[in-house]
């Protein structure tokens, strides 16, 4: 029978978002982001499978997260004004928090991927 976690997957998994945003894909190593998500090596492995299988976790939760922050900000827009808006944001952010990048530009210092 497996043992039930002893951490909170989505909270690991945004650490990790932020671990990959800040360093990209190859100069994150497995124990940056094990440390990172508060959980072992062996926590992350059996949750997450490897490090590559994570990152695509983690770019997929990015994208999720960034595209409904921003179609939230234009729900209440007229749809043409939403539409431009949405598409003018996408490249500069904003200004809504943090720089927001686009998946292509995810880790951008990762060549690998």
């Known amino acids: ?31 940056d982001l094990a440390t990172r998500m508060g959980i072992t090596n062996a926590s992350l492995y059996n949750a997450f499978g490897d490090k590559r299988s994570l990152y695509r976790r983690a770019l997929d939760r990015y994208v999720e997260l960034s ?34 990048l686009h998946a292509g530009q995810f880790g951008a210092r990762s060549r690998a991927l």
């Open 1 to 31: 029978m497996a043992r039930p976690r002893e951490f909170d997957e989505e909270t690991a998994l945004r650490a990790a978002v932020e671990c990959f945003w800040e360093r990209g894909y190859e100069a994150t190593s497995v124990r």
């Open 67 to 100: 595209f409904s922050d921003r179609v939230g900000r234009f729900q209440a827009l007229p749809p043409r004004e939403a539409i431009g808006a949405f598409f003018k944001e996408i490249p500069i952010g904003g200004g809504h928090g943090p720089p927001r």
